[in-house]
């Protein structure tokens, strides 16, 4: 192995055991040669100045241009936006196809083109997986994301999809890091639940294939036989209140776990199936310090992932290469320049409608009145007015009937409006990109909040506990929190897919999932 | 901050903004001085010679003794199995009872007792969360799992779950390092899916709430409105289909998911709702390879894991305190030191018959016979004579018509017996942990597995992509990828909480998993 070789990292590939120059082929007589083998991103970043042969690299056919004695050969891995470039004589060409899986032995040379510092004088050809250039549907041309979304199962394929998979990946990772720095234990709350306190209908409901799901009042019940589960159950529209029971055994947890909405919206924002960030924090003091952890959580993560290869790929890429579905580069890079800042501002909701009810600059659609929502119109303002378009901005006290029943009175009301320590955090443009709030934490209060709320409750000072499935409130064992040791507690919740689109600048979230479900669609 | 302090990474307590004497309370006089504050596990390894005050604790009350002049208070916080000894001056004691959540103030001394080396004697009591001792259901003294698991919502506060949930934590970190260090992709592959290939009628259905779900043809039709989706969907059984396809864009990928059967089984090693761990790799030459990564997985999780705090607490725990419904702490040692050995060995299946067959020293119940399943007696003894009854073992080529169309054939059938390139991981006692195949890649030969398993299959030379939602067979979308460039893959599956039972010395699966669902039960 030469030094060059080693010091990047790039190991020797073994002796080989089989080739698959046609499948389940028998020893081949050059296989036996030690040969370099690496991922195209690392062959791409490796530039020796002699030539160094045998090495093997294997990839997916992204393009092949015929010339006079050679096929130049576009090969990509998911490893890198960039292509491999690759010189295939003709009389070895059959079969290199777009679309299929070949691996290419050869000298890694210095390139005589301006697009690439080196290329691949390919002297052997094994296709391991033929394409029928014909029907393969991804071309290399721009094709739109509509048309790429009829076929998730081939989207991943395309330069730009597998670096989405790569940045989600890495985002994962560095989450996991943080929290573990942090001592938070990351936790796997249920997926199948028994309440749909939140979804009020938006929810789905689970039932053993050849049920009867229909009847509310026991989901799951087989023709002849008992219902799979007592009760109906749901699928979870967020994990808070498991992690919550889960926070008073360790102090401080998360997850990243998928959620689901049965919404009947078409919109570029709505997925059915989505991966929920939450955490949530035991003993804390006050609303400050869920705050400190959203803000701290996010800058490490811009910071941490902003020189990755897989970053800066994603913000140097040609406009051309992805279409008008991404925001302008820059405007992504600002994005990420933006969550790196030190101390976002922190204004309460009554500030914030204060601030709106003064500007002059702007006319609002929607007029801001306290006690009412803030419109998209609203949270871009501020975003542009209080974070200067820049750092993101938490809004934070809401008024108490607008936001759910969990939720803690604000400390010190103002002026008999009811509010509650809650927070939302707007990022410029986007808008509203996490929330949180401190937790009702004591018993009777929680009661009251749901009662004025017209839930129903189970009485203040009788309880059995194991009595879930059968007592008619699905939220009693969340009541049953607060009467043995319920500390102040809060925490926040993120939609991971929608931080990815704002981190990558794709326009819609359906194109940050792999398999995106919504309305209608749940192909593959 | 005391020099001791400092070197053990305690962090000085900031100036607290508000204490918690009374819920939301003003500021308190004793809120300002400088405090030190950690979790109870870092507290119990800081063992100074001298007194050091303002020590500041927060905990649940696992028990109280009452003395002379003193409230004795087994104090936890879920970072440790032992519990903090404070003493409560009794004129302090209002409040402290069992499961209430409490901040204790005081100062940290050497203990005369000799079950700690240090003890907390308490100047300032803080109730944050009171508890009503009549009625908690956790006691100190030993519950069974069967009655504990009849209030999941409250069970996490028992000590040993809560070493359950960080060994779970520390295990998913583990392993998310292992696969990061691999440049494996971590992907998130759907829940809610298209195709009920492997479930056969075992799996369940998805529909908004208030709609029908039992129209096979149309999953999700609301009465008055058009159906959600198009067609019947369900919950995922496992996610290696969609891994294959993501497989083709990043090459090696992984994912750590949930994972649904609606199996009507009351068993301690059965679930509705579990975690999958499942890896697939693209440009693989043989089942060698995939046996490979999941033995140095396995490996690497369990070497990194086995000095840590948790491991240690779970393989010295007394028995007293957990009771009979864990397997002998020497026991689970030897999993762990069998997991942690090297070379693993390796038979087929046709070489593990013939082993079965030529034993004289114990007798089967189920007599061994080529081209049936494994039963569970087959696999102890293969682990036992194979393995010494400490080494994992791998056997390999299980005959074709006992697993699943997608594997791959084995390169050299032995004698007319069809055989696939798969495997089961065997390990001592608990019998099959793991479980992985090469894929069938071709076409043809695909096509040709899934007619002989009488599914449905499109036809070989014509396909529509896009087309999913409408053409009938739902794994037209699976074929496809063998159509453009599949190469040589393969992956395994291992169910994360099983793993985790066997690790744990856990008997029961549901005593692993926080919020358990099986058949007849989904409680919260």
Redesign the interface.
């Known amino acids: 192995m030469r030094p060059a070789a080693r010091a990047l990292g790039i190991a020797p590939r073994p002796l080989?055991?089989?080739c698959?120059a046609s499948?389940?082929a028998s020893f081949h007589s050059t296989c036996v040669r030690q040969q370099h083998h690496s991922?195209i991103a690392q062959l791409l970043q490796w530039k020796p100045i002699n030539k160094v042969d045998n090495v093997v690299v294997?990839g997916?056919?992204r393009s092949v241009r015929s010339m006079k004695s050679n096929r130049f050969v576009s090969l990509g891995?998911?490893?890198s936006l960039a292509p491999l470039q690759a010189l295939v004589p003709t009389d070895q060409a059959e079969g290199i196809a777009i679309?299929?899986?070949v691996?290419l032995t050869g000298s890694w040379v210095s390139s005589p083109g301006t697009a690439q510092s080196h290329e691949l004088h390919v002297e052997q050809v094994e296709v391991?997986?033929?394409?029928?250039a014909k029907?393969?549907?991804?071309q290399k041309k721009y094709q739109t994301p509509e048309?790429l979304r009829?076929?998730?199962?081939?989207r991943?394929?395309t330069p730009f999809?597998?670096a989405l998979?790569?940045l989600?990946?890495d985002a994962?990772?560095t989450l996991?890091?943080f929290f573990?720095s942090q001592?938070f234990?990351?936790?796997?709350?249920?997926?199948?639940?028994?309440s749909?306190c939140e979804?009020a209908?938006?929810?789905?409901?689970?039932?053993?294939?050849?049920?009867?799901?229909?009847d509310?009042k026991d989901g799951g019940k087989n023709d002849t036989?008992?219902p799979?589960?007592?009760s109906q159950?749901?699928?979870t529209v967020s994990t808070q209140l498991?992690l919550e029971?889960?926070a008073?055994?360790?102090?401080n947890?998360w997850t990243l776990s998928?959620t689901?909405r049965?919404e009947?919206s078409d919109t570029s924002r709505h997925l059915?199936?989505f991966?929920m960030l939450e955490a949530e924090m035991?003993?804390v003091?006050?609303l400050?310090s869920v705050m400190d952890l959203t803000e701290n959580m996010l800058r490490a993560l811009s910071k941490d992932m902003y020189e990755t290869a897989v970053v800066q790929e994603i913000l140097t890429r040609s406009k051309q290469s992805s279409g008008e579905d991404l925001a302008p580069a820059d405007e992504v890079r600002g994005r990420w320049e933006g969550l790196m800042q030190p101390s976002w501002p922190r204004i309460t909701y009554t500030e914030a409608i204060a601030l709106l009810q003064q500007n002059k600059a702007e006319s609002f659609e929607h007029k801001p009145t306290w006690g009412a929502g803030l419109q998209s119109e609203h949270e871009r303002y501020l975003a542009r007015v209080v974070g200067g378009g820049v750092k993101p901005v938490f809004v934070t006290d809401y008024p108490r009937d607008i936001k759910a029943f969990y939720m803690l009175?604000s400390?010190k009301p103002a002026e008999d409006r009811a509010t509650v320590e809650c927070f939302d955090l707007l990022v410029p443009e986007f808008c509203e990109i996490a929330g949180g709030s401190m937790r009702e934490?004591?018993l009777a209060p929680l009661l009251e909040a749901m009662r004025r709320q017209g839930m129903a409750t189970p009485p203040l000072d009788t309880?059995v506990?194991?009595d879930?499935?059968s007592s008619g409130n699905s939220l009693d064992?969340?009541v049953?929190?607060?009467?043995?040791?319920?500390?102040?507690h809060g925490g926040f919740g993120l939609g991971f897919d929608r931080l990815l689109s704002y981190l990558s600048g794709v326009q819609t979230i359906r194109d940050t999932?792999?398999?995106p479900?919504w309305?209608?669609?749940?192909?593959?």
């Not at 938006?202 to 049920?211: L, R």
Request: charge should be positive.
């Open positions: 080989r055991r089989r698959f499948p389940r991922s294997n997916f056919v891995d998911g490893s679309g299929a899986a691996r391991l997986g033929p394409s029928d029907t393969f549907p991804i048309y009829t076929m998730p199962h081939l991943p394929r999809n597998s998979l790569r989600r990946s994962i990772a996991t890091r573990a001592s234990t990351q936790t796997h709350p249920p997926i199948i639940t028994s749909d979804g209908g938006e929810v789905f409901t689970v039932a053993p294939a050849g049920s009867m799901a229909g509310e036989q008992e799979f589960f007592r159950k749901y699928l498991h029971a889960l008073q055994s360790v102090g947890v998928p689901f049965a009947k059915s199936e991966y035991s003993f003091d006050d400050g009175p400390p934490h004591r309880h506990p194991g879930n499935g064992w969340y049953d929190l607060r009467r043995w040791g319920s500390p102040p999932v792999a398999f479900r309305f209608g669609r749940c192909d593959c």
